[in-house]
């Protein structure tokens, strides 16, 4: 496997790695809540060769809309001025895969935004999605995500409103990607907002 730049802001923390050959040859993460695009290029600049790599990938969202696309301006920028190929992976699965769970299936759940989650189910053996990625309400969640168990942000929220399960507060960390399914690593590097704009256009 090629030197391999993560780059992951799109949730409240901001991470990097570096993998080669199989291996995290390096790696940063921090919980900021805000501020990722002062954090981002610093933690960059200090990985091994200033995280010179051949390739990159990005964690495309669905989470915060500001560190999602501060995540993505970084690992466009920097595929141009190495000339390397860019993409991505979505937020959900970098978390199931991070899971360690042995259950068939498990639910992710990140907090969004207007009291939503971003829901998904995934099977774990392989790892492979089971349903649609959902910006739902946490009653409504709680019904389109049976598992019991739980990762991610928003995982106590889906499991207090069901009354069952288990609930692991989960964020993603770039060094999970070496843990996905590379099917699951070959996201467009565009935008994952996992919910419509809340702005509309007048008529």
Same mark, same amino acid.
């Given at each position: ?6 780059? *992951? ?20 993460? &921090? ?27 990005? *964690? ?5 809309? @500001? ?17 390397? *190929? ?45 349903? @649609?990625? &959902? ?12 598992? *019991? ?16 399960? @288990? ?37």
């Amino acid at each position: 496997m090629p030197r391999t730049l993560v780059i *992951d802001t799109a949730t409240a923390a901001c991470s990097v790695a570096l993998i080669e050959d199989g291996s995290v040859i390096a790696q940063a993460h &921090e919980v900021v809540g805000r501020g990722h695009a002062e954090h981002l290029m610093p933690m960059i600049a200090a990985l091994p060769g200033g995280g010179r790599a051949d390739a990159i990938l990005v *964690d495309c969202g669905p989470g915060s809309f @500001t560190g999602v696309r501060v995540g993505l301006a970084a690992a466009r920028a920097l595929g141009l001025g190495w000339s390397i *190929d860019v993409q991505g992976y979505s937020s959900l699965a970098a978390i199931a895969a991070a899971a360690g769970c042995s259950d068939d299936a498990i639910g992710i759940a990140l907090i969004g935004g207007h009291g939503e989650l971003f829901v998904q189910r995934y099977a774990t053996r392989p790892l492979a999605p089971l349903s @649609t990625l &959902e910006s739902l309400c946490p009653e409504r969640a709680a019904a389109a995500v049976p598992d *019991d168990a739980i990762f991610g942000s928003g995982a106590a929220q889906l499991v207090a409103a069901r009354g069952y399960g @288990t609930a692991h507060d989960r964020l993603p960390r770039a060094a999970d990607a070496m843990a996905m399914p590379a099917p699951l690593l070959r996201l467009a590097p565009s935008p994952v907002y996992g919910r419509g704009a809340d702005a509309k256009v007048s008529a």
